[in-house]
Nanobody
Framework: VSLMESGGDSVQAGGSLRLSCVVSKPDSTRGCMAWFRQTSGTERDGLATINSWRTTTYADSVMGRFTISVDNAKNNLYLEMNNLKDEDTAMYYC????????????????????WSQGTHLVVSS
C-alpha cells in the first residue's frame, strides 16, 4: 500500500484548503487513517483520525476548523481545512494502518505503518 498526497499551497490566513491522499490499494481506506503535520525540528503531530466505522477524532488545535473524511469509492482520504492560521504552516502527511479495523485509532505517529511523502502548507497574514 502506498499513499500519494496532494493539495499543499500558500494561502492567506482565514482561507480554506483541502488536502487529498490517494490510497493505492482498494479497500485500504477501511482501516485506521490519519493526518499529521510537522514543523521544522519537531515531531509529527496527529491532527485527525478516522476509523473503520468513520468515527473521527481531532486535536484541540484543529477542532472545529479541520474535517477528515474518506471516499471509499475513490480510495481517497481528505482533510478539509477552514479558517487557516499562521500557525497551521507545516508539512502535512497522511498516514494509514490499512489492516487495523477498530473503533479506536490512535493519534501517535508510531501507530501508523504507511505514510505519504508530505505536502507543504504555508499560511500568511
Amino acid at each position: 500500500v502506498s499513499l500519494m498526497e496532494s493539495g499543499g499551497d500558500s494561502v492567506q490566513a482565514g482561507g480554506s484548503l483541502r488536502l487529498s491522499c490517494v490510497v493505492s490499494k482498494p479497500d485500504s481506506t477501511r482501516g485506521c487513517m490519519a493526518w499529521f503535520r510537522q514543523t521544522s525540528g519537531t515531531e509529527r503531530d496527529g491532527l485527525a483520525t478516522i476509523n473503520s466505522w468513520r468515527t473521527t477524532t481531532y486535536a484541540d488545535s484543529v477542532m472545529g476548523r479541520f474535517t477528515i473524511s474518506v471516499d471509499n469509492a475513490k480510495n481517497n482520504l481528505y482533510l478539509e481545512m477552514n479558517n487557516l492560521k499562521d500557525e497551521d504552516t507545516a508539512m502535512y502527511y497522511c498516514a494509514a494502518r490499512p489492516n487495523y479495523y477498530s473503533r479506536t485509532c490512535f493519534s501517535g505517529e508510531e501507530f501508523y505503518d504507511t505514510w505519504s511523502q508530505g505536502t507543504h502548507l504555508v499560511v500568511s497574514s
